[in-house]
């Protein structure tokens, strides 16, 4: 499949896919929690002053990679300019040479390492986001009640673990206070 075919399909199922060499791979359903964890996250950010019009759900992303030429974070948070870009499109598609957006948000879905949803998340996708200048990736592991917030230093990201009450530090957000629990409870 081309790139133009993967952006225009649809087969009316609501699965979501990621174009990789060519083939359509199902990134898995949703659970519901991740399904809150998102949408608490999207209220948080709206209190933090960010527009909701700047929080993106199924916006793709175009990445540089020998596999996958598109990602679909779980939430993102747009600047201005990627918002502008993005909104500009037939296709709600930041392509690659445009600003990138402030933060993506990736919700874990259960997976050991090695396997094909650990992987793409903690390696992959990593590599992809730095490589694209996201200034900050959010790893969110409910299986292992921990949340990765990796800070772009660089080409590379720098990576803060967090659990239990700790409280997530943000340099794009200096002024959150959610604790990991409170994510990984979506607000409860």
Do not use: C
């Not at 993967?6 to 060519?22: A, F, H």
């Not at 590599?127 to 200034?135: L, M, S, T, V």
């Amino acid at each position: 499949m081309t790139f133009e075919e993967y952006l225009n399909y649809d087969d009316d199922t609501n699965t979501r896919y990621e174009l990789v060499d060519g083939v359509l791979v199902d990134t898995g359903a949703e659970t519901a929690l991740n399904i809150s964890i998102v949408f608490f996250l999207a209220i948080v950010f709206a209190q933090q002053g960010i527009p909701p019009y700047r929080l993106g759900n199924k916006h793709l992303i175009a990445v540089s990679s020998t596999k996958v030429t598109a990602r679909d974070p779980d939430l993102t948070v747009h600047s201005e300019a990627s918002y502008h870009a993005v909104i500009t499109q037939k296709q709600s598609l930041l392509a690659y040479d445009q600003a990138p957006p402030l933060l993506v948000v990736e919700v874990v879905s259960p997976g050991k390492p090695g396997e094909p949803n650990y992987d793409r998340d903690y390696i992959e996708k990593r590599q992809e986001y730095a490589d694209r200048g996201i200034p900050e990736y959010w790893l969110i592991d409910p299986e292992r009640h921990v949340i990765l917030v990796l800070t772009l230093q660089g080409q590379v990201y720098q990576e803060q673990a967090f659990t239990g009450q700790g409280e997530i530090i943000s340099s794009i957000f200096p002024n959150l206070k959610l604790t990991v629990n409170l994510i990984l409870n979506a607000g409860r």
